[in-house]
């Protein structure tokens, strides 16, 4: 059963930049979906970004089309949120998921409930 752990989050001040990481132990990442999700404080968990499982698809929320960038290595086991242009509204815990895709090599689940496998989650505060 795979482990996810992510890494990276921490202070920044609006319209900086960090970097997620997402590392996977006990499996493979290949054979997944990954997607990170946001949750702040008395809200839900709400999608952020998603890569298939092959070919490289992804789809990104609105909110932070064009300022995110996921991406995946899957030699390294590892899946990556960049993240540029951060906002205070940003800030939130960051998650990791891994959604079975065998089968299914460019489906980019955006729903909480498609993901089996999530990680502890790193926290992310932008100040203004």
């Known amino acids: 059963q795979v482990q996810l752990v992510e890494s990276g989050g921490g202070l920044v001040q609006a319209g900086g930049s960090l970097r997620l990481s997402c590392a996977a132990s006990g499996g493979t990442v290949s054979i997944y979906a990954m997607g990170w999700f946001r949750q702040a404080p008395g809200k839900e968990r709400e999608f952020v970004a998603v890569i298939s499982r092959n070919f490289g698809k992804t789809v990104y929320a609105d909110s932070v089309k064009g300022r995110f960038t996921i991406s995946r290595d899957n030699g390294k086991n590892t899946v990556y949120l960049q993240m540029n242009s951060l906002k205070p509204e940003d800030t939130a815990v960051y998650y990791c998921?891994?959604?079975?895709?065998?089968?299914?090599?460019?489906?980019?689940?955006?729903?909480?409930?498609?993901?089996?496998?999530w990680g502890q989650g790193t926290q992310v505060t932008v100040s203004s």
């Open positions: 998921a891994g959604a079975v895709a065998t089968g299914r090599g460019t489906w980019t689940p955006i729903e909480t409930y498609e993901y089996g496998y």
